[in-house]
C-alpha cells in the first residue's frame, strides 16, 4: 500500500533521506531534496519511522542551538512535530 500521510506509517525512503539531509545539515549534490523542509515536515507528520542515531544526534544539537528544552525525539513523526513551529529558527541556523 503506497504512503498516505494523512494515515502516517512508513513513509518512502527518499522523502526519508530528503528530511534527514535537511534535518544534518548535508545535502547530497546527487540527489538533493525535491521538496522544501516545510513541505516535508507536514507530509511526514505521522510518520511512524524511527529515525537513525546520527539524525537522532543533530535533532538534539539543534534543541541544545535553539535553547530549548532537550527531549527524546525518535521518530520522523516527533522530530517533524518540533520541527514544524521552530522551522524559521532552525532553517536560519542550518543555512
Do not use: K
Not at 14 to 31: A, C, M, N, S
Not at 59 to 70: F, K, W
Amino acid at each position: 500500500m503506497p504512503y498516505d500521510p494523512r494515515r502516517g506509517g512508513h513513509a518512502p525512503g527518499h522523502l526519508r533521506d530528503w528530511l534527514y539531509q535537511y534535518i544534518t545539515g548535508e545535502i547530497d549534490e546527487f540527489d538533493p531534496p525535491q521538496l522544501s523542509f516545510e513541505r516535508l515536515t507536514g507530509l511526514m507528520w505521522d510518520c511512524t519511522d524511527v529515525m537513525p542515531s546520527e539524525v537522532r544526534q543533530a535533532m538534539s544539537e539543534l534543541e541544545c542551538q535553539l535553547g530549548c528544552d532537550e527531549r527524546p525525539i525518535f521518530t520522523v513523526a516527533q522530530a517533524c512535530r518540533w520541527l514544524r513551529p521552530n522551522l524559521g529558527r532552525v532553517l536560519a541556523l542550518i543555512a
